[in-house]
């Protein structure tokens, strides 16, 4: 018997999902499990499927 193995972040909720200091559309990088914000240059984390949308949580992009 086979298992599904299940994404740990629902991509669907991206369409709901803005970034919380400029609104804008925010993409998912699934390599490093973070959500980027470019116009804020912010990369914020994904944990345990949880994205945390707090600017202070966030990695500075370079």
């Known amino acids: 018997m086979t298992e599904e193995v299940k994404p740990l972040f629902d991509r669907r ?3 709901a999902l ?5 609104h804008a559309v925010l993409s998912y990088d699934a ?3 973070e959500l ?3 116009p804020a ?4 984390p ?3 499927g949880v994205p ?5 949580e966030a990695r ?3």
Do not use: F, H, K, N
């Open 13 to 15: 909720m991206l369409e």
């Open 18 to 22: 803005v970034c919380p200091l400029t």
């Open 31 to 33: 390599a490093t499990q």
């Open 36 to 38: 980027i914000s470019r």
């Open 41 to 44: 240059g912010l990369a914020y």
């Open 46 to 48: 994904i944990r345990s």
């Open 52 to 56: 945390i949308l707090l600017p202070d």
């Open 60 to 62: 500075r992009l370079d």
